[in-house]
């Protein structure tokens, strides 16, 4: 079937994903075959939605120890939801042999004391590696996730189920299984994490939810440029014979970088993000759908900006970069996955306005009863869920978590005494005691806590603490940012 699809380039890929769904229908129970769709297509996704699920003291945790220790394979959805399965979010949670009392696993992470010893690491910098210390072991899973996505990377199916189903029975049971192995607890596993990855997956609409690390999504792509193309490929480093590109492989590898997990073909991507409206607006890591029809587009491309657009285009050629212009009359969707440019918006040396938007909502000191002071003690922007959120100016992280009325909120000390508050956002990336700098991503916008919808609500203050405001946007002309 391979050869048979490789002379007419990446529609044989979606092709061949339209009959192994179809084929596979048919052996949809997860036990008969590691590549079922129930399996593959179970938890796609990157960044946390705003659900209450997720306690707000683990939300930074994952993201840090992805920034840090993170591979493709783990995403901060899939994190979560696996910490949940290992203990539902108990740190000092401890499995013991009921018969012997001997200790299975321990921590929020559930590691076995052997593995612990070898591979869990000093997360916190604190000089010592404690299994019950969160900071500890939520980064060492990552870790130990990404070596096992090694171990097993060769093994047939998906890769991110592979990774799962080796911490649960080990790599040598996936290795001799082909995929995963045929356990009801390591099939259980795998399938109610990808399942709870995918419902606490942040929403890939609007601005998306992917921030701070389009540079790096372009930057591999073009890793790829004037390397053969490879039906069927990993499009992995060097990116020769089996780790060739294809065009939906290209792209994949590419969004992998920002911790996203696109699905593999282009069938199935068209239906990842939000549309854009018009060639105008597209935007750098925008994906182009040409060939077949809308709604089954049979090879997509991405715009990387600069009217320039790369793709991987068929057997017996190279990746290659071509002008936008030559795409126009061949496009029939555009996607857009999400991310805010970073350098967008207001910059004035080392302060930027809290999102690249710069339109304001419902301003400061506007009367009203929907606030207990009877005003507005701050100015809100009307962004939607998923973008990103930023310190307006250099400081030090004084709170990072959930606040009650103010949903999942940051505030931030700044050198001059005073302090910036950002409310009511999805999910936070730093953490209480954090140095950060003006126009650092601190969060992505959301409607938590107190919110008729999504926004993000912007003090500054005297004070960390509510009721010592002051006029935020005369603050901001303070330092070259006019609004």
């Known amino acids: 079937m391979k050869k048979a699809f490789a002379s ?12 192994v769904a179809a084929v596979l229908a048919i052996t949809s129970a997860i036990g008969e075959d590691n590549t079922s769709n129930g399996m593959t297509n179970a938890g796609f996704g990157g960044g946390l939605s705003d659900t209450k699920d997720i306690p707000s003291w683990i939300r930074p945790l994952i993201t ?23 203990s539902a979010w108990d740190p000092k949670a401890e499995s013991k042999d009921p018969k012997t009392g001997a200790v299975i696993a321990q921590g929020i992470a559930q590691f076995i004391p052997g593995t612990w010893e070898t591979d869990g690491v000093d997360g916190n910098g604190d000089g010592r590696k404690d299994v019950f210390d969160p900071q500890d072991a939520i980064p060492s899973a990552v870790a130990y996730d990404c070596s096992l996505a090694k171990d097993v990377k060769d093994v047939p199916g998906d890769k991110t189920d592979n990774m799962l189903a080796a911490y649960n029975a080990g790599p040598y049971a996936v290795t001799h299984a082909g995929g995963v192995p045929p356990y009801d607890e390591t099939q259980g596993y795998v ?7 995918r419902k606490w997956a942040a929403p890939m609409s609007g601005t998306g939810n992917v921030t701070g690390r ?9 890793a790829a440029l004037d390397t053969p193309y490879q039906w069927g490929g990993e499009c992995q480093p060097p990116f020769q014979g089996g780790n060739g590109c294809d065009c939906s492989s290209l792209v994949k590898m590419a969004w992998s970088r920002a911790g996203v997990n696109l699905p593999r073909s282009t069938y199935e991507q068209v239906s ?10 597209l935007q750098p890591g925008d994906l182009i759908f040409t060939g077949g029809s809308a709604s089954a587009p049979e090879h997509v491309s991405m715009y ?20 936008l212009s030559y795409w126009e009359s061949q496009i029939l969707r555009m996607k857009h996955l999400g991310y805010t440019e970073p350098a967008k918006g207001g910059n004035s040396g080392s302060w930027v306005t809290p999102v690249a938007d710069d339109s304001i909502g419902t301003g400061y000191r506007v009367s009203g009863s929907s606030w207990s002071s009877g005003h507005h003690t701050g100015v809100d922007f009307p962004v939607p869920t998923g973008t990103a959120v930023r310190a307006v100016g250099p400081g030090s992280v004084v709170t990072a978590g959930w606040s009650d009325a103010y949903g999942y909120q940051v505030v931030i000390r700044h050198e001059d005494g005073m302090y910036s508050q950002y409310a009511h956002q999805s999910s936070l990336s730093v953490s209480s005691g954090q140095q950060v700098g003006g126009g650092q991503q601190i969060g992505v916008s959301g409607a938590t806590g107190n919110a008729s919808g999504p926004h993000l609500h912007f003090e500054i203050r005297t004070g960390p603490e509510y009721g010592s405001d002051i006029d935020p946007l005369g603050y901001l002309r303070s330092h070259g940012i006019n609004i």
């Open 8 to 19: 007419i380039g990446c529609v044989g890929v979606a092709l061949f994903g339209l009959l």
């Open 64 to 86: 840090s120890a992805i920034q840090k220790y993170g591979c493709p394979e783990v995403t901060p959805s899939l994190l979560a939801a696996q910490i949940y399965s290992e």
């Open 191 to 197: 399938k109610e994490i990808r399942a709870l990855a």
């Open 214 to 222: 389009l540079g790096e999504v372009i930057q591999a792509a073009r």
């Open 272 to 281: 990842e993000g939000s549309e854009v409206p018009s060639v105008r607006d």
């Open 304 to 323: 990387i900006g600069g009217g320039e657009v790369i793709d991987a285009p068929h057997t017996g050629a190279n990746v290659r970069i071509k002008p």
